[in-house]
């Protein structure tokens, strides 16, 4: 299959040290990511790099100028010792009726709600997202995102480090294919520990994050 999942909008690779993670992946690569913004209220901030197309990389990670959030940082940063391939979006054409046809096929993406990040030019930016509900573990089913009329980031002028491929092990890869499918998308899988790995072409040349 193609290596590309259909639909893909973003891969967040998440970290408990964003500077420390922008500044290896710059070495790694020779490309500088982009500030994206902070979230406000979460915690969090990111750095964007564009993967083509209308796909981007987000590496995010706890944001030093915001006080401590009042509950869990988003994607499980609090708990990371180390920066980790964490989950993935896709953006379908209609996101609500996305997730009632999932629905009707036996998973349940989540409620939709609301998100929004301010950028470094003071730009806000709002969309709606799945919050996941009760995410399958292996953090392989990805959620789903509406930009709505806000720019897409991968607009913004990002660098770009073009996405080779994009593939995961999983346990049961027969358990996850069917969820993929209910949301219109798929990747490519094999079995073994859950585990993402995606590379990307680079002025270094082909260069593999996990």
């Known amino acids: 299959m193609d290596t590309i999942p259909a639909r893909l ?8 040290d964003l500077a420390a993670t922008v500044a290896e992946f710059t070495r790694r690569t020779g490309v500088v990511p982009a500030p994206g913004g ?3 209220g979460h915690g969090t901030r990111n750095h964007l790099v564009g993967l ?3 796909a981007y990389l987000e590496i995010l990670g ?3 100028e915001q006080p401590e959030p009042t509950g869990p940082r988003p994607f499980g940063v609090d708990g990371l010792d180390a920066p980790r391939t964490i989950t993935w979006a896709i953006s379908p054409q209609d996101l609500d009726a996305t997730v009632a046809g999932a629905r009707a096929q036996g998973y349940d993406p989540g409620d939709v709600r609301d998100m929004s990040r301010r950028r470094p030019d003071g730009t806000l930016l ?3 997202l799945t919050d996941g509900g009760s995410p399958h573990p292996s953090g392989l089913v990805p959620f789903l995102i509406d930009w709505g009329t806000t720019p897409h980031p991968s607009a913004s002028g990002l ?5 080779r491929e994009m593939t995961a092990t999983a346990p049961d890869p027969d358990e996850i294919r069917p969820l993929l499918a209910a949301l219109g998308t798929g990747l490519s899988l094999t ?3 859950a585990a993402f ?3 990307v072409d680079t002025p270094n040349g082909p260069i593999t994050f996990t």
């Open 9 to 16: 909008d973003h891969i967040v690779l998440a970290t408990p």
């Open 38 to 40: 902070a979230h406000v």
């Open 52 to 54: 083509g197309g209308r």
């Open 62 to 64: 706890p944001d030093p």
């Open 126 to 128: 709002r969309w709606r």
């Open 159 to 163: 660098p770009v480090t073009p996405l």
């Open 191 to 193: 079995e073994g520990p």
């Open 197 to 199: 790995s995606f590379t």
